[in-house]
Nanobody, 117 residues
Framework: QVQLVESGGGLVQPGESLRLSCAPS????????MGWYRQASGKQRELVAV???????NYADSVKGRFTISKDNAKNTVYLQMNSLKPEDTAVYYC???????????WGQGTQVTVSS
């Protein structure tokens, strides 16, 4: 059973930074992409950022210029550097891995990010 182990969430003030990390507990065959989604209270889960195995990235418009997604292929770990955080970034952040021919999904358990003064 593959688990995605997330870390790095917490409570910060507006304008501060956090870095999230996520790594599978075991090797995953044929990873297509790794990314982060978030779900705020009462809202649908939305894509934050994704990175493919070739390094292509895609970001939600709301985080462009503030968030950076990166990966360490040797460690099979994906990171989300979040700068200039805003209260509207408050949500549970979920790690996602798409793998295999059909791009099946693995999800992390979620980590809470709260931005508040």
């Amino acid at each position: 059973q593959v688990q995605l182990v997330e870390s790095g969430g917490g409570l910060v003030q507006p304008g501060e930074s956090l870095r999230l990390s996520c790594a599978p507990s075991t090797n995953i065959f044929r990873i297509n992409s790794m990314g982060w989604y978030r779900q705020a209270s009462g809202k649908q889960r939305e894509l934050v950022a994704v990175i493919t195995t070739t390094g292509l990235t895609n970001y939600a418009d709301s985080v462009k210029g503030r968030f950076t997604i990166s990966k360490d292929n040797a460690k099979n770990t994906v990171y989300l550097q979040m700068n200039s955080l805003k209260p509207e970034d408050t949500a549970v952040y979920y790690c996602n891995v798409k793998w295999g021919v059909w791009s099946a999904n693995y999800w992390g358990q979620g980590t809470q990010v709260t931005v508040s003064s």
